[in-house]
C-alpha cells in the first residue's frame, strides 16, 4: 500500500489555507462535490505540486441492501481518473432503503447509518464490496462510521466484521479512530478491543476527527476540535501497527490555519507517542495470508441490553451453503434473500427515522428519537447551503418551517429535490411567514421548476425578491 503520509481533508472554504499548510502530503475531498471534468483549481494545483488527491465517497451505501448503483460507481471511477488517485473510498453503512425489493417508496436517509453486524448483512456487503471493486480502476477501501444507535440481535463485534469483510474481500479499511471513540460513548464498545480484532495489515490510512458530547450522547461532528480520547486511540492504533497515512477532517466551524496546523502536530505527536511504545505492532503481510479469524462473540455472550433484543429479521446460525459463503456465478442469486431480509429491516428502521411510523421491535426508542432529530436538523442545514436563497427569504422562520415540512416529507432524492418539495409544500399555505415570502418562493421555485430556467441569471432574480421581502418587512 502507498505511503501516504499526513493529510487534512480539501473543503472549498479552507482550500487557499490548505495549498500555503506546510506538512501536507496528501488531501481527500468528498467524491461528489467534485466536477471531474472541471476539477477545483486548487486540487489542480496541489496535484501539480505532487499531493495525492484521494476521492472519499458518501452515498454509495454498499452496506444497504441493493446492489451498488452503476452511475454512482462510474462516477466515482471518473473522479478517481480526473484526479489521478492511487485508490478511492467509501462507507460501511446504507443510506436508502425501500424500492424494488420491498414494494415501497424508496426513502433517502441524507446520512451514514450503521449496517446490523450480522450474517445476513455481511454476505450482502462482501458481494457489494466485490461489485464495486470490479467497477473501479483503483483499489477501494470502506470506512469504520459513527452511530447513535445499534441493532438488535447482532451476531459479531466491530472489529470482528470488518475482520470478516477484509478477509472475504480483500478490501482496504479506512479506520476512523473518531468513530471508533463515537461508538465506545455511544454503545459502550471498547475501541482497544475492535483494534485488537482487526486485520491491522489492511489498513489503507486513518481518519481523525472532533464532536461533542451532550447528555450522554457523543455527535461525530466534524467541527470541533480533535479530542484528547481521540488522539489516545490512534496512539494505541500506532502502537499495533504503523498507518499509511493520517488524516484530519473538518467540515465545518473552520479555525483559523494556525489552529489547523496545531492539530496536524498534535496528531503527529500522538503517532509518534504509539510507535515508540508498540504494544503489537503487526508486519505488513497480504491479505491472502492472514492470521488466524477471531472467534465470533454468541449471541447468548453478547452484553444483555434492552436495544439488543432479536427480531423476526434476525438470521440464524445456520452455516451458510457454499454458494452463498465463497465467490463464484451463483452468489448474487444464492444471497437474494439475504437481501430481502436486510432490506425489510433497513426499510423499516430508516421509516421510523424519517417517516415517523413506530420503531421496529428491540430499538432503543430514546436513540432512535435522538437519530431522528439529527437527520431533521442535517437536512435543514444541508438544504440551506444547497438552496441558500430559502433562508434569505424566509428569514428566522426557515428552520421551524422546514423541520415542520420534514415530519411529513420523508427525503426520497438529493438536496436539490428536496429544496424545490419544500418551496412547493409552501406555496399553497396560509402560515404569516409564508403570506410575506410567497411571492419570493414562487419566483424562485418557478426558476427551477421547468426545462430551462426562466432567466439566465436566477440566483440575482431570487436575491432581488429576498431583499423585496425584507424591505417589506
Not at 500500500?1 to 479552507?14: A, D, Q, V
Request: charged fraction near 25%.
Amino acid at each position: 500500500m502507498e505511503r501516504l503520509g499526513t493529510g487534512i481533508g480539501w473543503r472549498p472554504e479552507i482550500a487557499d489555507a490548505v495549498e500555503r499548510m506546510p506538512g501536507v502530503d496528501w488531501v481527500e475531498v468528498v467524491s461528489e462535490n467534485v466536477c471531474p471534468d472541471h476539477p477545483p483549481e486548487s486540487l489542480l494545483r496541489l496535484r501539480a505540486r505532487g499531493v495525492t488527491v484521494v476521492p472519499h465517497g458518501v452515498s454509495l451505501g454498499l452496506g444497504g441492501a441493493e446492489r451498488p448503483d452503476e452511475g454512482r460507481l462510474t462516477a466515482l471511477a471518473e473522479r478517481a481518473r480526473a484526479l489521478g488517485s492511487p485508490l478511492v473510498t467509501e462507507h460501511i453503512a446504507f443510506v436508502r432503503a425501500g424500492g424494488a425489493l420491498t414494494a415501497s417508496p424508496q426513502l433517502e436517509a441524507g446520512h451514514l447509518l450503521p449496517v446490523p453486524r450480522t450474517r445476513d448483512a455481511l454476505d450482502v456487503l462482501c458481494e457489494n464490496v466485490r461489485v464495486a471493486q470490479e467497477a473501479l480502476p483503483v483499489p477501494l477501501a470502506v470506512e469504520n462510521i459513527a452511530a447513535l444507535l445499534s441493532w438488535p440481535g447482532e451476531e459479531m463485534t466491530e472489529g470482528q466484521f470488518l475482520y470478516e469483510l477484509a478477509d472475504r474481500t480483500g478490501v482496504r479499511l479506512l479506520i476512523d479512530v473518531a468513530n471508533l471513540h463515537t461508538n465506545h460513548v455511544n454503545q459502550g464498545e471498547d475501541p482497544a478491543g475492535a483494534l485488537a480484532d482487526l486485520p491491522l495489515e489492511a489498513i489503507a490510512y486513518v481518519h481523525v476527527a472532533g464532536g461533542f458530547e451532550r447528555d450522554g450522547v457523543w455527535h461525530d461532528s466534524h467541527a470541533h476540535p480533535v479530542p484528547e480520547p481521540v488522539l489516545a486511540v490512534l496512539t494505541d492504533l500506532a502502537s499495533r501497527v504503523t498507518p499509511p497515512g493520517v488524516l484530519l477532517e473538518r467540515d465545518e466551524n473552520f479555525p483559523e490555519p494556525a489552529e489547523l496546523e496545531r492539530e496536524l502536530r498534535a496528531i503527529g505527536k500522538a503517532v509518534e507517542t504509539g510507535r515508540a511504545t508498540p504494544v503489537a505492532r503487526t508486519a505488513s503481510v497480504a491479505l491472502t495470508t492472514p492470521a488466524p479469524r477471531p472467534t465470533a462473540v454468541p449471541r447468548s455472550d453478547l452484553t444483555p441490553r434492552t436495544d439488543r433484543l432479536h427480531t423476526d429479521t434476525s438470521p440464524t446460525d445456520t452455516p451458510r451453503p457454499p454458494e452463498e459463503a465463497g465467490i463464484g456465478e451463483g452468489v448474487a442469486a444464492g444471497i437474494q434473500p439475504a437481501r430481502q431480509r436486510l432490506a425489510l429491516a433497513q426499510t423499516a428502521l430508516l421509516s421510523a427515522l424519517v417517516a415517523g411510523t413506530p420503531a421496529p421491535e428491540g430499538f432503543d426508542r430514546v436513540r432512535l428519537g435522538v437519530q431522528a432529530r439529527a437527520l431533521a436538523s442535517k437536512r435543514a442545514d444541508v438544504v440551506a447551503k444547497v438552496a441558500p436563497e430559502l433562508p434569505v427569504i424566509l428569514g428566522p422562520g426557515y428552520r421551524a418551517a422546514f423541520l415542520a415540512y420534514a415530519q411529513g416529507h420523508p427525503m426520497g432524492g438529493g438536496y436539490r429535490r428536496d429544496a424545490m418539495e419544500f418551496v412547493a409544500s409552501l406555496l399553497p399555505t396560509g402560515r404569516p411567514e409564508v403570506a410575506r415570502a410567497r411571492r419570493a418562493l414562487r419566483e424562485w421555485w418557478l426558476e427551477r421548476s421547468g426545462p430551462a430556467p426562466r432567466s439566465r441569471r436566477p440566483a440575482v432574480r431570487a436575491a432581488r425578491a429576498a431583499r423585496r421581502v425584507l424591505l417589506r418587512r
